[in-house]
């Protein structure tokens, strides 16, 4: 399961992450590692920006990037 399929409201924790390079480089930047808890604050209306609490700090992330970490 990916963060892009979690609904709003629920708290889920980090896997893994997939991807290569920058993407993954850019993901990790913000704090979004394996084992960490994110919560998913909120998501536009056509899913594209994903709203999410990662230790304390409210991000964005893009539904491809989200789509790149694994959950559980």
Do not use: C, H
């Amino acid at each position: 399961m990916t963060l892009k399929e979690i609904p709003v409201g629920q708290s889920v924790k980090v896997v893994k992450l997939s991807g290569d390079g920058p993407v993954k480089r850019r993901i990790m930047d913000m704090g979004i590692t394996k084992g960490v808890d994110v919560f998913v604050r909120k998501v536009a209306p056509l899913g594209d920006p994903i709203e999410v609490t990662v230790r304390g700090y409210e991000l964005s992330l893009r539904k491809e990037d989200a789509q790149m970490i694994e959950v559980e």
